[in-house]
């Protein structure tokens, strides 16, 4: 076989080496790699910002930051989580590293698209991040941006708040047409739906949550600016207006959202379980059944979030229903994962262990989510701390900590190195143990009645919240040793080979890291991505 | 099931582009009609709160206003024949006669500009303003709204006239620029009269 070395597909236009990472680069890989990096300092701001909110409650009087800094503190830290760490990580960065492998493409549908929506994200970040420092001024109106409390805030810091998601949306739905594109139109000849990778799935319902619900966000975020800036009065209920119109149109795109932060999730699990447990992935239909499912009961379930805006009974009945069905396609798909462990033979190693974590803190936050869909328990807990602890245990115990398994599993694709085992499972170690310290007690507290959102608390709360914040240390801590494996493997890691293990996805029948334009020769034809135990095994 | 290519010049990269293109067909349309949809969904959130303040919002004595009908129909109609002289358009550049294709584009983009007038006079002769009352707010949002896609659409009605100039980008059999106007043209001609059934008729 000829191999062609990666300088012969070069446009030469585009630059090389490091220098290309801060280019507006065309490559799927770069710019995958561009959101990954990016996302994470966002993690690290946001992370910083959490350490803020914690330490103000370590004890229950206002005395760490003012409340209308704690208020600004809580607003940019769930804005910078969910709209430049966790939606641009866990769709833009693996997404575009990986949708053109498991499709056999070179690239993805529309490239210059495709930088376009990166390229919106740094600007935005560092507008939201800017407008903290407009004294006084900053948005606190949390990630919700709820009027009337929007409309009677300070107007400068929620306008700015308002341009930099408007910007965000802006990018995820390139990204979002990018990778329906993508899957359903540029996949190699041979390849059919249902022998794509089941990221590839996730993906495609993703993109399609995204293309549906992110632009009543942007028209709603639009009809709020005037409100501020004109002086309208869609939202402004002294001026006739409605506030409830603008929690419906919210939550339309923000419960959706909930599924752009978790499918891709549960497609990128979906990878790494069969891979390091020697087993095909059990169920592989019924998965793709349930990703559709989730999709379409995501999209008719907004309104669980407003059972205390004076719904009508009519209403939360039917909500409640619908929210409760979607415990059916997600149940599904968790046994799906069990089966695909149960007699495996499994390696405990890094990406495994967070896999594994994945999936009892998802059934954790998946329980008290069924719960929440309860209208009398609801109501109960509205507002109040346990509603944070179900949403931590479904973004940070469900996606971050597959954003953290996928990084060890595929930064020896990325690289070429492997990232070191003891310091991932150190960095593992502190995550998990810190992440259930500081959010399980947030359950208690909710249930006791702690509001969310309130820089003051009840004494009587004092050792929980000090219990959960020495948790958020430990959250804080468990960074570093990933810096330093990340930072030290990237130099001189063990090299990892091009296949290190084993794997049958597409992305791992190329070198490690890959050539520019993906294949040295023809894209493979992979009809049987989880084949573990009948080809591959047999010849060893 | 696999061979592989040796990709020594540049000659053979194009060429397998171009295998590669026409084993996937073009795809842009596809992608800008995905984008539609998104667009289409920022319009369905308005119309959706347009419709919840009308059933839920009573307005105060006083701000129920008569729309004049007679202009906004006018406007309907041009923009309805607007639609068809842009698929006409389409169809004498399909069939390589690309000055008539350019007239058809012509008057559509004239169409178009009659449209905008007719809504900058309806604008003049209101009797409210934007922030009079909610009705009037809803009203200017999204007839402001439609008016922005319609004001791109003529932009691009315009540089696609000018790309079927003799040595222009678009040809007989190259003309996805044309395509992907003529498509944004009737999805933005589409809205209007679901805008203009619930606007001024319901």
């Known amino acids: 076989m000829t191999l062609a070395s990666p300088s012969d597909f070069e446009d030469n236009l585009q630059p090389q080496g490091w220098l290309r990472y801060f280019s507006f680069s065309l490559d799927h890989k770069v710019i995958g790699l561009q959101y990954l990096i990016c996302g994470f300092i966002f993690y690290l701001v946001g992370g910083a910002l959490a350490g803020i909110i914690r330490t103000e409650l370590w004890s229950p009087m206002s005395d760490f930051v003012s409340r209308e800094t704690y208020n600004e503190t809580l607003t940019l830290h769930g804005t910078i989580m969910i709209f430049l760490w966790i939606v641009p990580v866990v769709n833009g960065a693996f997404g575009n590293y990986l949708i053109p492998f498991y499709v056999g493409a070179r690239d993805m549908a529309f490239p210059r698209l495709n930088a376009v929506a990166f390229w919106l994200i740094p600007p935005a970040g560092i507008l939201l991040i800017s407008s903290y420092f407009i004294a006084g001024a900053a948005a606190q109106s949390g990630w919700t941006a709820y009027p009337p409390l929007s409309l009677t805030t300070p107007a400068a810091g929620q306008v700015v708040w308002i341009l930099s998601v408007l910007l965000l949306g802006g990018s995820s739905i390139f990204g979002g047409i990018n990778f329906i594109a993508t899957i359903l139109k540029l996949r190699r000849p041979g390849l059919k739906l249902m022998m794509l990778p089941l990221y590839c799935w996730a993906m495609l319902g993703t993109s399609v949550l995204v293309v549906l619900s992110t632009p009543v966000l942007a028209g709603t975020l639009i009809l709020l600016s005037f409100d501020i800036i004109a002086h309208t009065g869609f939202f402004n209920p002294t001026m006739g207006g409605n506030v409830v119109v603008y929690q419906h149109l919210f939550w339309f795109y923000s419960h959706p959202a909930v599924y752009i932060m978790v499918l891709p999730a549960f497609g990128l699990v979906s990878e790494i379980l069969p891979i390091h447990a020697r087993k095909p992935l059990f169920g592989y239909t019924t998965m793709v059944y349930s990703i559709m499912a989730i999709v379409f009961l995501g999209l008719i379930v907004w309104a669980h979030h407003m059972f205390t805006s004076g719904t009508p009974p009519w209403m939360r009945l039917f909500f409640t229903i619908a929210t409760s069905f979607i415990a059916v396609p997600t149940g599904i798909k968790f046994f799906n994962w069990l089966a695909t462990l149960w007699g495996g033979k499994i390696a405990l190693n890094s990406a495994m262990l967070f896999s594994c974590a994945f999936i009892v803190n998802f059934v954790f936050g998946g329980i008290t989510g069924v719960a929440l869909a309860q209208v009398p328990f609801d109501i109960h807990v509205h507002d109040t701390y346990f509603v944070v602890g179900h949403f931590h245990y479904i973004v940070y115990g469900g996606t971050v900590f597959v954003i953290f398994g996928s990084l060890y599993h595929w930064y020896p694709k990325f690289t070429g190195r492997l990232l070191n085992e003891d310091l991932g499972r150190l960095h593992f170690l502190l995550t998990f143990v810190g992440f259930n310290l500081c959010f399980a007690p947030q359950h208690w507290l909710g249930l006791n009645g702690m509001p969310r959102r309130v820089a003051e608390y009840d004494p009587a709360f004092t050792t929980l919240n000090q219990l959960s914040s020495v948790g958020a240390l430990l959250m804080a801590i468990s960074t570093l040793p990933l810096l330093i494996n990340v930072v030290v493997t990237a130099i001189n890691g063990k090299k990892a080979g091009d296949n290190p293990w084993n794997a049958l996805t597409p992305e791992w029948l190329t070198s490690s890291p890959p050539p520019v334009e993906n294949w040295h020769g023809e894209a493979p034809l992979v009809t049987e991505p989880y084949g573990y135990g009948q080809h591959l095994e047999a010849k060893a | ?202």
């Open chain 2, 1 to 202: 099931m696999t061979s592989t290519t040796p990709l020594q010049d540049s000659t053979a990269i194009e060429a397998r582009q171009e295998q590669a293109e026409e084993a996937h067909g073009d795809f842009r349309l596809f992608g800008l009609a995905t984008f539609l949809v998104a667009d289409g969904m920022t319009f369905a959130g308005f119309f959706a709160a347009y419709l919840t303040f009308k059933a839920v919002n009573p307005l105060p004595e006083g701000g129920i206003y008569e729309l004049e009908l007679l202009l906004p129909t006018i406007n309907t109609v041009v923009l309805i024949i607007s639609s068809f002289t842009f698929h006409r358009a389409g169809k004498e550049c399909r069939a390589g006669q690309l000055g008539a294709s350019r007239l058809w584009l012509g008057i559509t983009g004239a169409l178009g500009a009659i449209f905008l007038a007719g809504q900058m006079v309806e604008y003049f002769n209101l009797p409210f303003g934007l922030t009079d009352n909610l009705f009037a707010s809803t009203f200017y949002a999204l007839t402001g709204f439609h008016g922005l896609h319609v004001t791109l659409g003529v932009i691009c009605i315009t540089i696609v006239a000018l790309q079927t100039r003799p040595g222009g980008r678009i040809s007989a059999t190259d003309h996805f620029g044309l395509e992907a106007a003529e498509l944004y043209w009737h999805f933005v001609d589409g809205i209007w009269v679901v805008l203009y059934g619930i606007l001024y008729l319901l």
